[in-house]
């Protein structure tokens, strides 16, 4: 049977060019634009779910068993 360890597959993978880094947002820190992002992306998120008919009807699944 193969075992394989979860660093076997990144061992041998190449670097992603840096010009495809997402930019820092503070030197020196490891922070990128990917939590601003996520930050965005989750705000979006709300007001989709909260205030638009298809968050309702996500919303009454969840509260009613027989909605669906």
Same mark, same amino acid.
């Given at each position: 049977?193969?075992?394989?360890?979860?660093?076997?597959?990144?061992? +041998?993978?190449?670097?992603?060019?840096?010009? $495809?880094?997402?930019?820092?947002?503070?030197?020196?820190?490891?922070?990128?634009?990917?939590?601003?992002?996520?930050?965005?992306?989750?705000?979006?998120?709300?007001?989709?779910?909260?205030?638009?008919? $298809?968050?309702?009807?996500?919303?009454?699944?969840?509260? +009613?068993?027989?909605?669906?």
């Amino acid at each position: 049977m193969l075992k394989f360890s979860f660093p076997y597959f990144y061992e +041998n993978d190449p670097m992603l060019d840096q010009g $495809a880094w997402l930019p820092k947002l503070f030197p020196g820190m490891s922070v990128h634009m990917g939590f601003v992002i996520a930050i965005v992306l989750a705000i979006i998120l709300f007001i989709i779910l909260r205030f638009t008919s $298809a968050g309702y009807e996500v919303r009454m699944l969840g509260y +009613n068993l027989f909605f669906c």
